[in-house]
């Protein structure tokens, strides 16, 4: 039986996972009601266009905006982060100032790609064993 907890507490990822005290970070992904805040609040235009007879929406986004809400939502939490030798506390405003340094950005980058992995894992195990039939045989 697959537990599951209504408090998404995220996920850390130590920077030397052998010594904890040397920081970390903790990650969760948007919940579907953050992504779509965040697709809400970043369009800048949005008109009717056709093709082929077809009507679509053009939405444009402002992506920068899109991608700072989204390291807002996905970091929770964090220790031990220093840029030029302060110590940051986990606010908004230095989120977005630890955006900007490219050795962080990429190993963060990782971790995320490792949180998207993991949950798709779980997505997968959790399909398999869904019952296709009604006998409950996913052959």
């Known amino acids: 039986m697959v537990q ?5 507490a995220g996920t850390w990822y130590y920077f030397d996972p052998a010594d904890e005290a040397a920081g970390g970070v903790c990650l969760q992904l948007p919940t579907e ?3 779509r805040h965040i697709d809400k609040v970043t369009i800048i235009s949005k008109k009717k266009k056709a093709i082929k007879g077809i009507l679509y929406d ?3 986004r402002d992506e920068s905006r899109r991608t700072k809400l989204q ?8 220790k031990n982060v220093c840029l030029d030798s302060e110590t940051l506390e986990c606010t908004d405003e230095n989120k977005d100032k630890m955006r900007k340094v490219n050795t962080f950005k990429l190993w963060l980058g990782g971790k995320i790609d490792s949180l998207l992995e993991e949950a798709e894992d779980l997505k997968e195990a959790l399909a398999k064993n869904l ?3 009604l006998s409950g045989s996913a052959e």
């Open 71 to 78: 390291w807002r939502f996905m970091i929770v939490d964090w």
């Open 33 to 35: 009601e953050e992504y």
């Open 4 to 8: 599951f907890s209504s408090e998404n």
């Open 58 to 60: 053009d939405i444009k």
């Open 131 to 133: 019952p296709d039939s």
